[in-house]
């Protein structure tokens, strides 16, 4: 009996030793996929080290939050996000899901298509039944969400509505921490705003949309401290970085021990430790200027 047991126990050993099977990586979806050196290269920006797929995974999967940072008109991060959502569910239990791109105002109409799902009577518009918000591609970003719908574990919201922006904009309030609310962080986030407007915002403005951005950050480390763990957080590359972002308003509210920042970015961008732990090369996206049609 001693010798059937070991030989039991050595046989579950070897089966838990055993890598998951990953989902397929997407194909690189961008229009004009440029060849670089970096495309496809997985960093671990704390070491400097490439690493697989699986490598990351493992990393990813033992942190209670993991904050992934996308360009929002790049189809391959979403793509990469939904392959990471699935492949992370595979490797532990999932706790939750967080979107930048999901407003509380929409929180119940999300929870009423779950419970929809989970009965067998799934919606027949998910767009509709969302009341999604159009300024957000639903052609990038629907089948992330409808993956996320039907599953077990919360889909939750991490933006501010738009009546909270305009409470905001027109009377920013005081800012809690040490971390977040330093002039070098303020400074930095300021010339962000500047540029992301084309130097076309009045100085006057500046004050009320560094609040909204900052107020917006705060928020989503909020719901990404109070979401089952372990929690993943969709949002915006700028939202998410650790010297600016997100990564310092947990650390105000005492919610930073063991989050990871991944980092999508496209071939040929700059990165650095300070920013994220880890960062992903995806192919680019057709170089444009946002900023003609408004400088005419």
Same mark, same amino acid.
């Given at each position: ?7 039991? *126990?050595?046989? *579950? ?6 890598? #998951? ?45 993991? =904050? ?11 793509? =990469? ?6 492949? =992370? ?10 979107? %930048? ?6 929180? !119940? ?9 989970? !009965?067998?009577? /799934? ?30 574990? /919360?889909?939750? !919201? ?28 303020? %400074? ?35 719901? *990404? ?15 998410? @970085? ?5 990564? =310092? ?6 919610? !930073? ?21 880890? #960062? ?5 996206? /057709? ?7 408004? @400088?005419?």
């Amino acid at each position: 009996m001693r010798i059937i047991l070991l030989g039991l *126990l050595g046989l *579950l050993a070897a089966c838990q030793s055993q890598p #998951v099977e990953l989902p397929l990586l997407p194909a690189w979806q961008a229009p004009e996929a440029r060849e670089h050196a970096d495309l496809g290269r997985i960093v671990d920006l704390r070491s400097g080290r490439q690493v697989t797929p699986q490598q990351l995974l493992e990393q990813l999967a033992a942190a209670p939050r993991v =904050l992934v940072g996308e360009q929002h008109d790049n189809p391959d991060h979403h793509a =990469l996000q939904l392959w990471l959502l699935r492949a =992370l569910t595979a490797q532990r239990p999932q706790g939750s899901l967080l979107l %930048e791109m999901l407003n509380p105002d929409q929180q !119940s109409a999300v929870d009423a298509v779950r419970t929809d799902y989970l !009965s067998g009577q /799934p919606p027949a518009d998910l767009y509709q039944a969302l009341n999604w918000q159009p300024n957000w591609d639903w052609g990038v970003y629907g089948a992330i969400v409808s993956y996320a719908v039907q599953q077990p574990w /919360p889909l939750q !919201s991490a933006n501010l509505d738009r009546s909270e922006i305009m409470k905001i904009y027109a009377k920013p309030p005081a800012l809690s921490g040490t971390h977040s609310t330093t002039t070098e962080v303020q %400074e930095v986030l300021l010339a962000q705003i500047r540029q992301s407007h084309c130097g076309l915002l009045p100085e006057s403005q500046l004050p009320s949309m560094l609040a909204i951005q900052q107020q917006r950050d705060r928020r989503m480390a909020e719901r *990404l401290s109070e979401a089952p763990q372990p929690a993943l957080l969709f949002a915006g590359a700028f939202h998410v @970085r650790r010297d600016l972002g997100v990564p =310092l308003h947990l650390q105000d509210l005492d919610a !930073s021990d063991g989050a990871l920042v991944l980092t999508l970015a496209e071939a040929g961008s700059q990165v650095t430790a300070a920013q994220a732990d880890f #960062v992903w090369f995806t192919a680019a996206q /057709p170089e444009e200027d946002h900023c003609a049609a408004l @400088r005419k």
